[in-house]
Nanobody
Framework: QGQLVESGGGLVQPGGSLRLSCLASESIFTFYYMGWYRQAPGKQRDLVAYIATNGTTNYVDSAKGRFTISRDNAKNTVYLQMNGLSPEDTAVYYC???????????WGQGTQVTVSS
């Protein structure tokens, strides 16, 4: 079973930026898409962006133009650069490997992102 450790969250003002990192065990990082999810209070956990092993990326509409997902295959790490943050982005952010049917590994602890003035 793979392991996931997210970091980089924090409190930021509207319009600010954060870079999230996720260290994954090699057993899941090497072979699958890697994605970032988020869960706001009282809401379901939703996929925000994902990246294929070849670097192809995909974003939900609310993330396009503001978020950038990337991966460092040598470090088994996936990143999420978030710019132009708004209060609506406040959530706990999680990463996971995924395939066409959904997330594959046990969830990590996530990292809290709070956007507030």
């Amino acid at each position: 079973q793979g392991q996931l450790v997210e970091s980089g969250g924090g409190l930021v003002q509207p319009g600010g930026s954060l870079r999230l990192s996720c260290l994954a065990s090699e057993s899941i990082f090497t072979f699958y898409y890697m994605g970032w999810y988020r869960q706001a209070p009282g809401k379901q956990r939703d996929l925000v962006a994902y990246i294929a092993t070849n670097g192809t990326t995909n974003y939900v509409d609310s993330a396009k133009g503001r978020f950038t997902i990337s991966r460092d295959n040598a470090k088994n790490t996936v990143y999420l650069q978030m710019n132009g943050l708004s209060p609506e982005d406040t959530a706990v952010y999680y990463c996971n490997a995924l395939d066409d049917y959904g997330p594959l590994a046990s969830w990590g602890q996530g990292t809290q992102v709070t956007v507030s003035s």
